[in-house]
């Protein structure tokens, strides 16, 4: 290759395209100045890589551990399992209540067998159930979470998993693999939440008159490679970060009630919900699909906003009654509904997880017992 | 940077695993022959990764060329050179109008026939835009025609013609490569040095922070929030998002084309430019030589000149630049609102023409010609208006921020963004400025090494910590 023969124009530019018309364009020139690039790039890695270094020490005292990064493509790998030979499993759908209260490791030492974790962060489950019941290689079992919040509102804060589970290319896959192999089991600061606009944004910038700061949802849990999933420490053990979780959520706590126009529209949609709920749960059940909705525990404001904008008459009982699927109310039952620990309100610590995956299996197993010895 | 990213694109890890492969196969003691082989089915590996079955239509456009160009140098009669230039071109062309612009012609008849009271209904089309085909047809494209219009001879060898149209770096997103530019490259044994392979990393470094933490992380999601909420924007914003997108937009595609070099360069390849800091353009002539040179130069090349170019009269020359400007909108997507992108950078040109003519001898000092290189930036930025919106309620929208009429809009971005549009895009254009006359290699070449190395380390640890999104090149689209 040609070095250092560029030719030029009229400044030290040097001649492209642009300045040869109609003729056929010769070899480029690319010049490598005469630098030393061994040692320059060495320097570049020993500065990236003790910066790297320093960053990941940083996020790890703030008490960050690694775990899997619960994006798309993990939850594609997850949905892959039902077409992959367990189309029998038990599947777990919902938002981020039945992702972090139910504890896979339980389930399976009281079921024999692991569940399919497809619950999904601030995401309603309808696409997901519609996916189910569009499959015929699903055969197994369904619990439904609801979360009245995002069951009711359709709100779908990882609304892409959908589209990308059907449309992933082969080298989303691989890439997956290589990042849950090489990257992600080691680096604590791989996560959203400490990626760089994400931390930048979250300081105390000045607020601009009309338009408020407002506060995202910060790290709430840790993931296993199987989605198991599970409340992060920090949010027991540290009171600051826990009332900030709070004061989160509160935002959504709306202090002024719906207008006649608004309230039209929430109906409209909360309609819209169940309805297309009873249509996919008609076809699973025709393939002898067992399915269960199961509202898990909230608390505090949580629950009070949640009983104010969602009361379970016209939410919860009209789901069960339109369905015609039984339920699970953690209200209902004692061995729900007192001695866990929800930090935040929303979600239980994990050791709360475990005892709740506990009993909530042994209620569904006593309840809704399966024909045939089969175990849910 | 992101580790499992969209497709096998340049900033995924699957990206990084793929090219240190292709970096080992290369570097081995192996026959060029054999070497040709192994990029040659990297590069098939590479398309492949994102949707196997359009592979096919690289292939179908690698042998249609090759048997046209074929026909085209043993072709006797003028009319039988014709008719191989033009299969070369129907195909190629037939290709992109069915994938890229059928279901947009479908609407447009479908409105037509309305206007006319016909109730015509077209049946439901969900074509898929293969990656990367207005790239490729284009690059295959010119290597026909550059043999019918005999600047050129057809490649020696199928491999090298094949590799000259899939060699990977280029494939999906340009530089729109000319076969004289890759082919003789391939023809000669080449080995990768030392000083090629680390100042490629460099430019891929160079690259990855433009589209990773300049595009992705500091500015895509100013522009998202002004044109893809609905809302209307007020003058501050609806000016941000608007800057933030003319960042956005270069620091993405000027990023992949310098990563593409710079890959290219690691394996001992030379690329051409792509961009030379247009935002210090002074006129709209100037612009077009410093945005995509590859895509710029080939419109000119295949279509300007062919239409009369200037050298048949006025009339003719404006007719030339309007219609290459056009069908050059067009390209960018199967929309009006490229279209009329394309539309206003043709207005310009030939007001621009129109002022030559007449202030001729007019000859401005620095400041002048720093008051018509912002003027030049100001109205490109009004053109990104139409490229960036969806459909043109939202770059009427906008477009009424901008001038003042959306009184009373809430304000849209908040002050992370502010600060961070402002800062960046004043350094970009800044940097534009400084660079005008300068390329990267002769600056490097003054810079004191260590500075050079802590920049270079810096730019990767920023890269790492973004956590990109693996967002796929907004030029994937087109």
């Known amino acids: 290759m040609p070095s250092s023969t560029s030719s030029s124009r009229s400044g030290s530019a040097r001649l492209t395209a642009a300045d040869r018309p109609g003729i056929a364009q010769p070899v480029p020139e690319r010049d490598v100045p005469a630098r030393p690039w061994p040692r320059m790039l060495l320097a570049a890695l020993l500065l990236a890589t003790a910066l790297t270094g320093g960053w990941e020490w940083y996020w790890r005292d703030f008490g960050a551990v690694p775990g899997y990064r619960d994006d798309d493509a993990l939850w594609a790998r997850q949905r892959r399992r039902i077409d992959a030979g367990e189309g029998d499993a038990t599947v777990l759908l919902g938002a981020s209540r039945t992702f972090f209260d139910i504890q896979l490791p339980v389930w399976e030492k009281l079921s024999g067998r692991r569940p399919i974790q497809l619950g999904l962060d601030g995401t309603s489950p309808l696409f997901a159930l519609e996916d189910l019941a569009n499959d015929p290689e699903f055969q197994g079992r369904l619990i439904v979470g609801v979360a009245p919040d995002v069951f009711f509102t359709g709100f779908e804060y990882m609304g892409t998993v959908g589209p990308y589970w059907r449309k992933e290319s082969p080298s989303q896959r691989v890439g997956k693999w290589l990042s849950m192999h090489f990257v992600e089991p080691y680096l604590a600061f791989y996560d959203p939440d400490f990626a760089l606009f994400t931390v930048l944004r979250r300081q105390p910038w000045p607020e601009r008159p009309g338009r408020p700061n407002g506060m995202d949802v910060r790290k709430l849990s840790v993931t296993e490679a199987d989605r198991n999933n599970y409340l992060w420490r920090k949010l027991e053990i540290d009171r600051d970060y826990r009332d900030m979780a709070r004061s989160v959520w509160a935002q959504d706590f709306h202090p002024t009630p719906p207008t006649p126009k608004e309230r039209a529209e929430s109906q409209r949609v909360l309609d819209q919900q169940i309805s297309r709920a009873a249509t996919a749960i008609t076809r699973l059940r025709a393939r002898g699909v067992p399915v269960l909705f199961v509202r898990d525990p909230s608390d505090g404001d949580y629950l009070a906003f949640e009983n104010r904008d969602f009361p379970r008459k016209s939410t919860w009982d009209l789901l069960l009654k339109r369905t015609g699927v039984p339920g699970i109310h953690f209200e209902d039952y004692p061995e729900l509904r007192t001695g866990y620990d929800l930090p935040e309100w929303s979600h239980m610590t994990r050791l709360s997880a475990e005892r709740y995956t506990a009993e909530l299996y042994r209620i569904i197993e006593h309840e809704q017992a399966l024909p045939g010895g089969k175990r849910w | 940077m992101t580790f499992a990213g969209v497709d096998l694109v340049f900033n995924t890890l699957t990206f990084v695993a793929f090219f240190a492969i292709v970096l080992l196969l290369h570097s081995l003691p192996l026959a060029w022959n054999t070497r040709k082989v192994n990029l040659l089915l990297a590069s098939y590996v590479f398309y492949a990764a994102w949707n196997p079955p359009f592979i096919l239509l690289l292939w179908i456009s690698t042998v249609v060329d090759w048997y046209a160009a074929q026909g085209l140098v043993h072709a006797k009669k003028p009319a039988a050179r014709k008719a191989w230039m033009l299969l070369s071109v129907v195909a190629n062309l037939g290709m992109l109008l069915y994938f890229k612009y059928g279901t947009f012609l479908l609407e447009n008849f479908t409105v037509l026939m309305a206007s006319f009271g016909v109730d015509y209904h077209a049946p439901k089309f969900d074509i898929v835009l293969p990656v990367g085909i207005s790239f490729y047809t284009f690059a295959t494209m010119s290597y026909t025609l550059d043999v019918y219009l005999r600047r050129a001879q057809p490649a020696r060898n199928f491999l090298d013609y094949a590799l000259f149209v899939t060699f990977f770096p280029h494939l999906v997103a340009g530089p729109i490569m000319r076969p004289t530019e890759l082919v003789p490259q391939f023809e000669v044994p080449r080995r990768m040095n030392l000083?090629?392979?680390?100042?490629?990393?460099?430019?891929?470094?160079?690259?990855?922070?433009?589209?990773?933490?300049?595009?992705?992380?500091?500015?895509?999601?100013?522009?998202?929030?002004?044109?893809?909420?609905?809302?209307?924007?007020?003058?501050?914003?609806?000016?941000?998002?608007?800057?933030?997108?003319?960042?956005?937009?270069?620091?993405?595609?000027?990023?992949?084309?310098?990563?593409?070099?710079?890959?290219?360069?690691?394996?001992?390849?030379?690329?051409?430019?792509?961009?030379?800091?247009?935002?210090?353009?002074?006129?709209?002539?100037?612009?077009?030589?410093?945005?995509?040179?590859?895509?710029?130069?080939?419109?000119?090349?295949?279509?300007?000149?062919?239409?009369?170019?200037?050298?048949?009269?006025?009339?003719?020359?404006?007719?030339?630049?309007?219609?290459?400007?056009?069908?050059?909108?067009?390209?960018?997507?199967?929309?009006?609102?490229?279209?009329?992108?394309?539309?206003?950078?043709?207005?310009?040109?030939?007001?621009?023409?129109?002022?030559?003519?007449?202030?001729?001898?007019?000859?401005?000092?620095?400041?002048?010609?720093?008051?018509?290189?912002?003027?030049?930036?100001?109205?490109?930025?009004?053109?990104?208006?139409?490229?960036?919106?969806?459909?043109?309620?939202?770059?009427?929208?906008?477009?009424?921020?901008?001038?003042?009429?959306?009184?009373?809009?809430?304000?849209?971005?908040?002050?992370?963004?502010?600060?961070?549009?402002?800062?960046?895009?004043?350094?970009?254009?800044?940097?534009?400025?400084?660079?005008?006359?300068?390329?990267?290699?002769?600056?490097?070449?003054?810079?004191?090494?260590?500075?050079?190395?802590?920049?270079?380390?810096?730019?990767?640890?920023?890269?790492?910590?973004?956590?990109?999104?693996?967002n796929a090149f907004i030029y994937f689209q087109f």
């Open chain 2, 195 to 470: 000083r090629q392979l680390c100042f490629g990393l460099g430019l891929m470094t160079l690259g990855l922070f433009n589209k990773v933490v300049l595009a992705d992380t500091f500015l895509a999601g100013a522009a998202e929030r002004v044109y893809d909420r609905g809302q209307a924007p007020g003058m501050l914003d609806a000016w941000l998002g608007t800057l933030a997108f003319s960042g956005q937009i270069f620091c993405d595609f000027a990023g992949y084309s310098t990563t593409a070099i710079g890959a290219a360069l690691c394996l001992g390849f030379a690329m051409p430019d792509n961009f030379r800091f247009p935002y210090a353009a002074i006129g709209f002539s100037d612009f077009w030589r410093r945005w995509h040179i590859t895509l710029s130069s080939w419109l000119r090349d295949y279509l300007y000149i062919p239409l009369g170019g200037n050298r048949h009269g006025p009339a003719r020359t404006y007719f030339a630049l309007m219609g290459t400007m056009l069908l050059g909108g067009l390209w960018h997507g199967a929309a009006w609102t490229f279209v009329v992108w394309g539309g206003l950078h043709g207005s310009y040109l030939m007001a621009e023409r129109k002022l030559r003519e007449r202030f001729l001898s007019v000859e401005l000092g620095p400041l002048g010609l720093l008051a018509v290189g912002l003027l030049t930036y100001l109205l490109v930025n009004l053109t990104w208006v139409f490229f960036r919106a969806k459909d043109f309620p939202i770059a009427w929208q906008v477009l009424r921020g901008m001038t003042g009429f959306n009184g009373g809009a809430k304000p849209m971005l908040s002050t992370i963004f502010i600060v961070s549009v402002s800062c960046i895009v004043t350094l970009l254009v800044s940097t534009h400025w400084y660079m005008r006359e300068r390329t990267l290699e002769s600056v490097l070449a003054r810079v004191p090494p260590v500075v050079v190395g802590l920049l270079w380390g810096f730019m990767g640890f920023a890269i790492v910590i973004s956590q990109g999104r693996g």
